[in-house]
């Protein structure tokens, strides 16, 4: 029997652990993870028009405009690497994202498999966004509580020259901004569970447990 390619959404508000899921679960089935906010924080490092348009949202918390998100998916989704499924992390985030990927997903014969809930709570979201830290280099992720960066400060990976002072906490992730990105998840994001409810895609995991448990949990409602 063949398998339509997976097109999983791991969906939840910042902080709830998409990233770090994200990753082992594109180990896992083989294919890309897709992490919008990583996409612009690189093209921001890089300077790009995206970039330097995509910076100021991010940096003061609130979203990038929906047609641009539109075009950036639109060009990922076309690599080759995509062809085979993919995971998306952070996007969509509004009711236009996700019909706009309906779409694009219609016009190369794909749709969305499951989307997968993280839940966490909001005061456990403040304390792992606020005590994340990261390496703008390599993107290795920190946190100064539970996996502080090694002493030196300078990442694993000697191979990409991480040094002590590209660990930083990003701009988006200091408190007076943690609580924004979170109001705008609950207004503008969150209304997404109903939409991919009503769909009958939606699957909620406990994402405060640890990461091999939610892990556990996420695979076994994609079976
Ligand atoms: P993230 O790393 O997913 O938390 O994204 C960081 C920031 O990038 C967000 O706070 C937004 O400013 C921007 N961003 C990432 N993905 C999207 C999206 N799908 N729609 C709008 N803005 C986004």
Same mark, same amino acid.
């Given at each position: 029997?063949?398998?339509?390619?997976?097109?999983?959404?791991?969906?939840?508000?910042?902080?709830?652990?998409? =990233?770090?899921?994200?990753?082992?679960?594109?180990?896992?089935?083989?294919?890309?993870?897709?992490?919008?906010? !990583?996409?612009?924080?690189?093209?921001?490092?890089? =300077?790009?028009?995206? /970039?330097? &348009?995509?910076? =100021?949202?991010?940096?003061?918390?609130?979203?990038?405009?929906?047609?641009?998100?539109? /075009?950036?998916?639109?060009?990922?989704?076309?690599?080759?690497?995509?062809?085979?499924? #993919?995971?998306?992390?952070?996007?969509? $985030?509004?009711?236009?994202?996700?019909?706009?990927?309906?779409?694009?997903?219609?016009?190369?014969? #794909?749709?969305?498999?499951?989307?997968?809930?993280?839940?966490? &709570?909001? !005061?456990?979201?403040?304390?792992?966004?606020?005590?994340? $830290?990261?390496?703008?280099?390599?993107?290795?992720?920190?946190?100064?509580?539970?996996?502080?960066?090694?002493?030196?400060?300078?990442?694993?990976?000697?191979?990409?020259?991480?040094?002590? &002072?590209?660990?930083?906490?990003?701009?988006?992730?200091?408190?007076?901004?943690?609580?924004?990105?979170? !109001?705008?998840?609950?207004?503008?994001?969150?209304?997404?569970?109903?939409?991919?409810?009503?769909? /009958?895609?939606?699957?909620?995991?406990?994402?405060?447990?640890?990461?091999?448990?939610?892990?556990?949990?996420?695979?076994?409602?994609?079976?």
């Amino acid at each position: 029997m063949t398998r339509n390619p997976l097109v999983l959404i791991l969906f939840g508000p910042p902080g709830c652990g998409k =990233g770090t899921q994200g990753a082992r679960l594109a180990t896992h089935y083989d294919i890309p993870s897709i992490s919008t906010g !990583d996409i612009l924080r690189q093209a921001a490092r890089e =300077g790009t028009p995206l /970039g330097e &348009e995509a910076k =100021g949202f991010m940096d003061a918390g609130k979203l990038v405009p929906d047609e641009v998100m539109l /075009g950036l998916i639109g060009e990922r989704l076309k690599q080759k690497d995509a062809g085979k499924g #993919f995971i998306l992390d952070g996007f969509p $985030r509004t009711i236009v994202q996700a019909e706009g990927l309906a779409r694009v997903l219609d016009r190369g014969g #794909f749709a969305v498999t499951r989307v997968v809930e993280l839940e966490v &709570e909001r !005061d456990l979201l403040v304390d792992r966004l606020t005590s994340r $830290r990261v390496c703008s280099r390599c993107g290795a992720t920190f946190n100064v509580r539970t996996l502080p960066p090694p002493p030196e400060g300078a990442c694993a990976d000697e191979s990409v020259g991480c040094k002590g &002072e590209d660990i930083v906490q990003r701009e988006d992730d200091k408190a007076e901004t943690v609580g924004k990105r979170l !109001d705008v998840y609950a207004e503008s994001t969150a209304p997404l569970l109903t939409f991919y409810g009503d769909r /009958g895609l939606l699957a909620s995991v406990d994402g405060s447990s640890s990461p091999d448990e939610v892990f556990r949990r996420i695979t076994a409602e994609i079976g």
